[in-house]
């Protein structure tokens, strides 16, 4: 099957760019006004004006930002594992004939396999 691909023209921080991409265009030109904005934002707090210089800071500037945020997702996920194994502690504790249960089942599952 023949993929869509578009030809999207974005501004990036005063430079034009035909931009090729499959899918929604509307996301690409988020992504470029994402960009641009970041571009824009070191631009105006540091005194270079060199774009490439202005390019790889706002590029430091976004991985900054996605680690941060990875980093919070990992110990949510972290605090999540961990009290939901304490949900599970609780639930084998309040079901007593629970474990038994279990090891009949593995007993007769093994001997179906037999």
Do not use: C, W
Request: hydrophobic letters at 40%; aromatic letters at 4%.
């Amino acid at each position: 099957m023949e993929k869509n691909v578009n030809l999207v023209p974005v501004e990036i921080f005063g430079q034009t760019y035909n931009l090729r991409g499959e899918g929604d265009t509307s996301y690409i030109t988020r992504l470029a006004a994402f960009v641009d904005q970041k571009m824009r934002e070191v631009s105006d707090t540091t005194a270079t004006v060199d774009s490439l210089k202005v390019a790889i800071l706002a590029a430091l500037n976004i991985a900054d930002e996605h680690f941060q945020k990875r980093g919070a997702e990992e110990e949510l996920h972290l605090g999540m594992t961990q009290r939901l194994g304490l949900l599970v502690e609780m639930l084998d504790r309040a079901l007593p004939g629970k474990k038994e249960a279990e090891k009949s089942a593995r007993r007769d599952a093994g001997a179906e396999s037999s």
